[in-house]
């Protein structure tokens, strides 16, 4: 803000309607440039005396009055910068949440659930009479393969079909 647009804002200024861009560019320039704080003093000073007229009191010390406005408005300008950086952080991190959430869900979804050691598959099923030719007992055998880590098993297994339960190991 250069010294014109800064004479323009005095009277807004001490109305209090200059809004959070003005007022930053308008508090950065006062502080630097002594010619227009003096301005600024006298017209505050102008105007408080104006507004004052009635007050009995007659003891105002119109410069620390302007001076505790002046750290008012600057503090009042931080605190509206650290909650614009504090909304951006927590708005980051609940995108971030939702993002894990959608990975996790998908994760979950994608995963076998079922168990990770072994994996039964039947290949043989037959019902046979072969080397028990006395007895009619009739039994089924099946093979099972069990695959854990990179090793496949082959357990035989039978079933008596006549009132036995069970599969049990050959």
């Known amino acids: 803000m250069d010294c014109i647009e800064a004479q323009g804002c005095i009277n807004s200024f001490i109305d209090d309607t200059l809004d959070e861009t003005a007022l930053k560019g308008f508090l950065e ?7 227009c704080y003096d301005d600024l003093e006298v017209s505050f000073t102008v105007m408080s005396i104006v507004r004052y ?4 009191e007659t003891n105002h010390n119109f410069t620390m009055e302007l001076e ?4 008012e408005k600057e503090l009042w300008l931080k605190q509206q910068e650290r909650t614009r950086i504090f909304k951006s952080i927590t ?3 609940c995108i971030l949440a939702v ?3 959608i990975f996790s869900v998908i994760m979950f979804i994608s995963t ?3 168990p990770k050691n072994f994996l039964t598959v039947p290949v043989y099923n037959s019902v046979n009479n072969t080397f028990n030719l006395h007895n009619d007992t009739k039994t089924e055998h099946t093979i099972l393969y069990i695959q854990e880590n990179d090793s496949l098993y082959e357990v035989p297994l039978q079933k ?3 009132g036995e339960e069970g599969w049990t190991k050959k």
């Open 29 to 35: 320039h006062v502080r630097c440039c002594p010619s």
């Open 53 to 56: 007229l009635d007050d009995e």
């Open 68 to 71: 505790h406005r002046i750290a």
């Open 91 to 93: 708005g980051f991190f």
């Open 99 to 101: 993002l894990f959430s």
């Open 112 to 114: 076998d659930r079922g």
């Open 160 to 162: 008596s079909l006549e």
